[in-house]
C-alpha cells in the first residue's frame, strides 16, 4: 500500500504546543492590500521575529526571521515550522545567518528540521534562506512540504512560491570540506483539493564508511565544489522568473547536443591562469515547475549568480523588494 500524504496545516491556528521547537505562523490580508501576522508562536530552540513591509509600500507582505538560539542546531534538535498563508496574503521567510548544523555527540541522535507551509488561492511565498552549513561529524534530515490551493479544480488564483534550498560544505577555514556524517534535504509540494504529490526533490549526502575500502570519501567526490543549490520557481506570480530562468539557460552554448548552463565574472582563477567558470548550473521544467539546480567552487560566486537571477527576473523584487536578498548580499 503506498503511504499515505501528510497532513496539511489547518486553516484555523491551534492552541500552541509546549513542545521544544515547534512554531507556526499565520498571515491574512485585510482591506485594501494590508498583510497582518494574527497568529505567530515558537518555543525555543525555534525563535521567530517578523517585521512589516516599509509604510510607503503600497503592496505589502510580512517578512519573518527564522532563527535558532546560538546560530545553530546541536544534536538531536528537532525544529518543526508550520505555516498557513489565507488568500492573496505575501510571505518573506527568511535567517539571519547560515544554519550550522553541529556534529552528532550520540549515535542515532539525527537533527531534524521540518517545514509546512499551506498557501491558499492567490498567496505568494518567498523562501530564501542562507545556507546550512553542517559541521563535520553531522547527521541531519529536512524535510519542507508546500501543499497549493490553487490546484483545486476550478480555481485560479495569482499566487506562487520562490524557494531557495542550499547547503555549504562547512567550516572551510577550519579544514572541515564535507566532513558531514549524513545531510538530507527533500522538498515535497502537493495539491490540497486532490492530495496529489506534485513535485519531490532531493539532496542526499553521506560519508559514512563503507564496506569497500576503494570507495572515494565525500569530499574526493565533489571536485572541489563548495555549494548546491536548488531554486523552486512556481505559479503565475512569478511567471516572468520563470521565464527569464529558461531563456537564460535556452542561451547557453550547446556541446555533443547537451546544453552545459555556466556563470562567468570574466575574472581569471586557478594556477593554470585560465578563465575558470566558477557556477555550473541547470533548468528544468517539471509539471509547472521550473527548477533551477546551481553548484560552484566559490561560494560568493553562486550568491552573485542566484541574485542575477532573483534581480534580472523582476517578480522577487516588484513583490518583495530589495532587502528580500539579504542572504544574497
Same mark, same amino acid.
Not at 97 to 119: E, H, M, N, P, W
Not at 161 to 171: I, N, P, Q
Not at 231 to 251: Q, V
Given at each position: 500500500?503506498?503511504?499515505?500524504?501528510?497532513?496539511?496545516?489547518?486553516?484555523?491556528?491551534?492552541?500552541?504546543?509546549?513542545?521544544?521547537?515547534?512554531?507556526?505562523?499565520?498571515?491574512?490580508?485585510?482591506?485594501?492590500?494590508?498583510?497582518?501576522?494574527?497568529?505567530?508562536?515558537?518555543?525555543?530552540?525555534?525563535?521567530?521575529?517578523?517585521?512589516?513591509?516599509?509604510?510607503?509600500?503600497?503592496?505589502?507582505?510580512?517578512?519573518?526571521?527564522?532563527?535558532?538560539?546560538?546560530?545553530?542546531?546541536?544534536?538531536?534538535?528537532?525544529?518543526?515550522?508550520?505555516?498557513?498563508?489565507?488568500?492573496?496574503?505575501?510571505?518573506?521567510?527568511?535567517?539571519?545567518?547560515?544554519?550550522?548544523?553541529?556534529?552528532?555527540?550520540?549515535?542515532?541522535?539525527?537533527?531534524?528540521?521540518?517545514?509546512?507551509?499551506?498557501?491558499?488561492?492567490?498567496?505568494?511565498?518567498?523562501?530564501?534562506?542562507?545556507?546550512?552549513?553542517? *559541521? $563535520?561529524?553531522?547527521?541531519?534530515?529536512?524535510?519542507?512540504? @508546500?501543499?497549493? +490551493?490553487?490546484?483545486?479544480? &476550478?480555481?485560479?488564483? =495569482?499566487?506562487?512560491?520562490?524557494?531557495?534550498?542550499?547547503?555549504?560544505?562547512?567550516?572551510?577555514?577550519?579544514?572541515?570540506?564535507?566532513?558531514?556524517?549524513?545531510?538530507?534535504?527533500?522538498?515535497?509540494?502537493?495539491?490540497?483539493?486532490?492530495?496529489?504529490?506534485?513535485?519531490?526533490?532531493?539532496?542526499?549526502?553521506?560519508?559514512?564508511?563503507?564496506?569497500?575500502?576503494?570507495?572515494?570519501?565525500?569530499?574526493?567526490?565533489?571536485?572541489?565544489?563548495?555549494?548546491?543549490?536548488?531554486?523552486?520557481?512556481?505559479?503565475?506570480? *512569478? $511567471?516572468?522568473?520563470?521565464?527569464?530562468?529558461?531563456?537564460? @539557460?535556452?542561451? +547557453?552554448?550547446?556541446?555533443? &547536443?547537451?546544453?552545459? =548552463?555556466?556563470?562567468?565574472?570574466?575574472?581569471?582563477?586557478?594556477?593554470?591562469?585560465?578563465?575558470?567558470?566558477?557556477?555550473?548550473?541547470?533548468?528544468?521544467?517539471?509539471?509547472?515547475?521550473?527548477?533551477?539546480?546551481?553548484?560552484?567552487?566559490?561560494?560568493?560566486?553562486?550568491?552573485?549568480?542566484?541574485?542575477?537571477?532573483?534581480?534580472?527576473?523582476?517578480?522577487?523584487?516588484?513583490?518583495?523588494?530589495?532587502?528580500?536578498?539579504?542572504?544574497?548580499?
Amino acid at each position: 500500500m503506498p503511504k499515505p500524504p501528510p497532513i496539511p496545516p489547518p486553516l484555523t491556528p491551534s492552541k500552541p504546543t509546549p513542545l521544544p521547537g515547534h512554531g507556526s505562523i499565520y498571515t491574512r490580508l485585510l482591506p485594501p492590500s494590508q498583510t497582518t501576522l494574527p497568529h505567530l508562536h515558537f518555543t525555543y530552540p525555534l525563535k521567530l521575529i517578523s517585521t512589516p513591509s516599509p509604510p510607503s509600500t503600497t503592496n505589502t507582505y510580512q517578512t519573518v526571521f527564522q532563527l535558532t538560539y546560538g546560530g545553530g542546531l546541536v544534536s538531536n534538535d528537532q525544529v518543526h515550522l508550520r505555516i498557513v498563508l489565507e488568500p492573496s496574503s505575501k510571505l518573506c521567510l527568511l535567517t539571519q545567518g547560515s544554519t550550522k548544523i553541529f556534529k552528532q555527540k550520540v549515535d542515532g541522535d539525527i537533527t531534524r528540521q521540518a517545514l509546512d507551509v499551506r498557501l491558499c488561492q492567490g498567496a505568494r511565498l518567498l523562501l530564501l534562506p542562507d545556507p546550512l552549513q553542517p *559541521f $563535520e561529524g553531522s547527521v541531519f534530515s529536512q524535510v519542507q512540504r @508546500f501543499w497549493l +490551493e490553487d490546484e483545486e479544480e &476550478g480555481k485560479r488564483g =495569482g499566487g506562487g512560491m520562490v524557494v531557495l534550498d542550499w547547503v555549504t560544505e562547512g567550516r572551510a577555514a577550519r579544514g572541515e570540506r564535507w566532513g558531514l556524517e549524513r545531510f538530507e534535504s527533500r522538498n515535497e509540494v502537493y495539491s490540497i483539493g486532490s492530495t496529489r504529490l506534485l513535485l519531490r526533490d532531493a539532496l542526499v549526502l553521506n560519508s559514512l564508511p563503507s564496506t569497500n575500502s576503494q570507495e572515494e570519501s565525500l569530499c574526493s567526490r565533489m571536485d572541489g565544489l563548495v555549494v548546491f543549490a536548488t531554486l523552486i520557481i512556481r505559479g503565475p506570480a *512569478f $511567471e516572468r522568473l520563470a521565464t527569464f530562468a529558461k531563456n537564460k @539557460f535556452s542561451e +547557453e552554448p550547446r556541446i555533443g &547536443g547537451r546544453s552545459f =548552463g555556466t556563470y562567468d565574472d570574466g575574472k581569471v582563477r586557478g594556477d593554470s591562469g585560465r578563465n575558470r567558470r566558477d557556477v555550473l548550473w541547470t533548468v528544468s521544467e517539471v509539471r509547472g515547475f521550473v527548477l533551477v539546480k546551481v553548484s560552484g567552487w566559490v561560494l560568493e560566486e553562486v550568491r552573485g549568480f542566484l541574485r542575477e537571477i532573483l534581480i534580472d527576473g523582476g517578480d522577487v523584487i516588484g513583490e518583495f523588494g530589495e532587502d528580500c536578498l539579504l542572504c544574497l548580499r
